[in-house]
């Protein structure tokens, strides 16, 4: 063989060998979902000043960023401003929702940050007079929006009629739920364990959970209602709305139906809960995937302490 080319062969060898061990191979997180307990986070501008003459006027502007994983349309996603009374500091307009301009998309591979959206309500202006040296308040802001959790979570379709039945491909016991499982959001499903229901059925408890920090209400609540009526509030609160995408035929509840409502139940420490009851008719033994989806409006705040310096 020609030296040269026995040269250049020996040196592509070389380059493509320092190449594979330069490479890794993904690692993936595992699972369907990056996970979380985070939905649409709400922050006042860093840059906003927290003390001020009397003379000054202060920007203010809310900062919302979706650190969850359900996409939200412009417009969605809703912050008002509250706690103070709002005319003294020339605010009156930011009494009501203010949606956002653009949309908000979730937290994704392309996308690990989730993105963000401003509001901006103007220039406070304090209009009251200050006795003594200085004033202080705290100005707050909620956001209000609609949102999902999505669990996607590997079970065993297995009657106790076919117990001793086949092979072993899957087994009932233990917890369903592995990490990647469930989308990042504050209402988590926590839980999915199975058993046999008479002789021909399967039975999924699957236990959810309010893990954030906020409150949480019927997807079918409007923003502006839930601060004007607070019977209607009370009503609404705490309900979240499901429905079992997969396997079909599965019945959940008094209803015995795929999709409905439930109430999560304040405990006595912890996060507020319930445990959703479902069950399927099964004449195989083989593994499947459930899949559920949970929806929901969720509100929650941010405050900003602020001293109003007396102008001489």
């Known amino acids: 063989m020609d030296k040269k080319i026995l040269g250049l062969i020996i ?4 380059m493509f060998m320092a190449a594979q061990c330069g490479t890794k191979e993904p690692t993936g997180t595992g699972g369907t979902f990056s996970g979380g307990t985070e939905g649409v986070k709400i922050s006042f501008k860093d840059t906003m000043v927290s003390e001020f003459q009397q003379s000054d006027s202060v920007p203010v502007n809310v900062v919302l960023q979706n650190k969850g994983e359900d996409d939200l349309n412009a417009g969605e996603t809703k912050v008002k401003l509250f706690g103070v009374d709002l005319a003294n500091f020339g605010l009156s307009s930011a009494k009501t929702y203010k949606g956002t301009s653009g949309p908000l998309k979730g937290v994704s591979s392309i ?9 901006i309500f103007g220039s406070m202006k304090y209009a009251q007079p200050v006795v003594g040296n ?4 705290t100005l707050r802001a909620k956001v209000c929006y609609p949102y999902k959790t999505s669990a996607f979570s590997g079970v065993c379709m297995r009657s106790k009629a076919l117990e001793k039945v086949g092979t072993e491909i899957c087994s009932l016991t233990g917890e369903k739920i592995a990490s990647g499982d469930v989308s990042s959001a504050p ?22 959970e309010n893990n954030g920090d906020g409150n949480v209400y019927s997807v079918t609540s409007n923003c502006d209602e839930l601060d004007k009526d607070s019977i209607k509030a009370l009503d609404k609160k705490n309900k979240v709305s ?6 079909t035929n599965v019945k959940c509840g008094s209803a015995e139906a795929s999709k409905g409502e439930f109430t999560l139940v304040a405990g006595d420490k912890g996060a507020s809960s319930y445990t959703l009851t479902c069950w399927k008719k099964v004449d195989d033994v083989y593994a499947d995937k459930l899949n559920i989806e949970l929806s929901y409006i969720y509100i ?3 405050t900003k302490d602020i001293k109003i310096y007396k102008t001489l």
């Open 111 to 119: 996308n690990p940050e989730g993105s963000e959206q401003e509001v």
């Open 11 to 14: 040196v592509i060898s070389i």
């Open 242 to 247: 499901y429905e079992v995408i997969a396997p």
């Open 134 to 137: 200085d004033i202080s308040y």
């Open 187 to 208: 209402i988590q499903i926590t839980s999915i364990t199975e058993e046999t229901r008479g002789s021909d059925q399967v039975k999924f408890s699957i236990k959810i």
């Open 300 to 302: 929650s705040e941010t």
